[in-house]
């Protein structure tokens, strides 16, 4: 040590910068796993015999089996037909079959679901589990996802990997009040920046 | 103190795109400019620099007691009254600071004086932090600095250390910001790479992604609950935003803390001058509507004039008018001996209420005035970092400038 003094500076700093594109901050990244998904149960059948993958058509009738009662325990459950295509598009929602079945009388009102359009199987096999499943409904934009509705995909035909997270359960809708306006997840409310005048900010810091 | 013309590190330019510093030239123009850098003594740097600003938040901190306690301060500093519980209740339960950059008017002779306090949201911190100090232990290889140069930069180490104190080991923290600003996202993975280092979990959100669910939580940008908030983004917009109603029932713990609505706030300084009157880090400062017609020659109001009559003078020679919310020099304008002689294009604030100043010269070097933006992490002033500017009002296209230690 040639110093004099006590060094006024850090021994070692975070010197790179991984930018947004990187995700690096989503960091902890989640395991992914091979997940593929299909519009219905015949397109899962057919891939199923074509190519030797992980699953086999038992599987593909088991999983759409266990997709098709968590849409109905799981997927979101809206009291008006309106507020239901506002989350999910217009022409993608319908009554709720559960309803239907029960024909009515379970005290709450009638309530409308996003349609079920397909369903999402993936490979737990890498963990020592078998083949976990989604129901998958449509997105406001478009696109498809689980009842979660954490991710979204492009498609609902199609192979790939997805975090785990994916395919864990969303919590049950069915036997519960639908929701209201008030309740739907609401996203956008920071970021306005009031205190300047409208469109003139450039950055938040200074 | 002064400015030392320097040879530039060979490829810096190379070194700093692939390091991620992407905001290196910024609209055609050197934003990180080594061409020359700013020394001082160790003297300066203790003494000047790191006492003044550690002492200048301690008085920070006995204005934001007073004001929080003070219905008519709250109301002064433009708090909505819908928040002032939020705000006086975090620092009644002694919610922890994170960080803050004081820009200092300083020119190597007599007190620095405090031009504001960035107390909230300051930006800068990689440049500061991480790559000023690679500029100086690469120029101290090189030669080009002696041995026994140093940097007054303990910021990372600081920001590590401060992380472990106010949250608990392996606790998750997201970090919400403006992904399409490279300056604020720097600032803000800066901050979470420390974090990490400190172990805890970091999580990126960008700040219009942050969602409100059905319980009345925040939520991120992949529907995970908010359990702690670093927010680069101003108290005084989070107060006004639609999802404000929901700060306080969402349970989520943010940094900077509410209280922070205090001190980022320009209305801070009158307070700050009413508390210490005469102190030598302090310029006189007041409220606009208090002072006005004073300023014409009438009279000024009648809680403040015997301070006022004591600064009239100083006050007449030169002052700095300011919205009490304001970013990157909008809505200021100097006056000197009678007259305004500078003001920035940029009024988006000027709305807003006014404050007075007294004018503190920045000191002219090769026809750039620099400001000192001493870093506060927790408590403790920690490092420095310096830009400077050809216009008297440093504005959000001035250059960042390294500095070292020497004697």
């Known amino acids: 040590m040639t110093e004099r003094h006590p060094r006024k500076r850090s021994r070692h700093v975070a010197l790179v910068l991984a930018g947004t594109a990187t995700l690096a901050l989503a960091g902890c990244e989640d395991d992914r796993m091979d997940a593929q998904s299909f519009p219905d149960l015949e397109s899962c059948i057919a891939a199923s015999r074509q190519e030797s993958l992980w699953f086999t058509e038992e599987d593909c009738r088991k ?9 109905l325990e799981t997927a979101p459950r809206y009291e008006s037909k309106e507020l239901c295509e506002q989350e999910h598009g217009v022409g993608n929602c319908g009554g709720d079959p559960a309803q239907q079945q029960q024909a009515q009388g379970s005290g709450g009102g009638f309530s409308f679901m996003p349609l079920l359009v397909g369903y999402m199987m993936g490979s737990m096999l890498s963990r020592g589990g078998g083949i976990a499943s989604q129901p998958m409904v449509n997105t406001a934009d478009g696109r ?14 199609g192979t790939g990997k997805v975090p785990a997270a994916t395919f864990q359960r969303a919590p049950a809708t069915l036997g519960k009040p639908p929701m209201s306006a008030a309740q739907v997840s609401q996203r956008g409310g920071f970021g306005a920046a009031a205190t300047a005048r409208p469109g003139t900010r450039s950055s938040f810091g200074g | 103190m002064e400015k030392r013309i320097l040879p530039e590190r060979p490829g810096w330019r190379d070194q700093a795109r692939e390091l991620g510093f992407a905001f290196a030239d910024m609209g055609g123009e050197p934003y990180w400019d080594e061409t020359s850098a700013y020394r001082f003594t160790l003297r300066q740097v203790e003494e000047d620099i790191e006492a003044a600003a550690t002492e200048l938040h301690a008085m920070c901190r006995e204005a934001v007691d007073r004001a929080t306690r003070d219905e008519t301060w709250l109301a002064r500093l433009a708090i909505p009254r819908q928040h002032w519980d939020l705000v006086a209740a975090s620092w009644a339960r002694g919610e922890p600071e994170l960080y803050g950059r004081m820009d200092l008017a300083y020119d190597g002779h007599g007190p620095a004086k405090l031009l504001e306090y960035n107390a909230d949201t300051p930006t800068s911190l990689y440049e500061s932090a991480s790559f000023q100090w690679l500029w100086f232990e690469q120029q101290q290889l090189a030669g080009v600095l002696d041995a026994d140069c140093d940097q ?7 920001i590590v250390a401060r992380w472990t104190q106010i949250c608990a080991d392996g606790q998750e923290v997201h970090f919400a910001a403006d992904p399409d600003n490279p300056e604020d996202y720097a600032t803000v993975e800066t901050l979470a790479w420390a974090a990490r280092e400190a172990g805890l979990g970091a999580h990126f959100t960008p700040l219009a992604q942050i969602g409100l669910t059905a319980d009345g939580q925040f939520a991120d940008d992949q529907s995970r609950v908010i359990g702690t ?8 917009d989070m107060l006004r935003d639609e999802f404000a109603a929901h700060l306080q029932s969402s349970g989520t713990r943010f940094i ?18 009413q508390m210490f009157p005469g102190h030598p880090n302090l310029l006189p400062a007041f409220f606009l509507a208090d002072v006005q017609a004073a300023l014409a020659g009438g009279s000024p109001a009648a809680e403040i004039a015997p301070a006022f009559e004591a600064a009239r003078d100083r006050l007449a020679q030169g002052h700095v008018t300011k919205p009490i919310f304001s970013r990157e020099g909008a809505g200021v304008v100097i006056h000197q001996d009678g007259r305004e002689v500078a003001r920035t294009g940029d009024d988006s604030y000027s709305h807003h209420p006014m404050i007075v100043q007294g004018l503190a010269r920045l000191p002219d070097f090769g026809g750039f005035r620099p400001v000192l933006g001493a870093w506060i992490v927790g408590e403790t002033c ?9 216009s008297p009002i440093t504005h959000n296209l001035s250059r960042f400038k390294p500095h070292f230690i020497e004697g």
């Open chain 1, 144 to 157: 498809y996802s689980t009842p979660r509705g954490e991710q979204s995909f492009a498609s609902n035909r």
């Open chain 2, 256 to 273: 900077e803390p509410p209280w922070k609505a205090v001190l980022s706030n320009k209305g801070i300084l009158p307070l700050l001058w």
């Open chain 1, 63 to 71: 999983n759409f089996a266990a997709a098709r009662q968590e849409y």
């Open chain 2, 382 to 390: 920690c490092g420095l970092g310096l830009r400077e500017d050809r």
């Open chain 2, 152 to 158: 007054f930069n303990g910021i990372h180490e600081a």
């Open chain 2, 229 to 236: 908030l670093f927010k680069l983004y101003p108290w005084e």
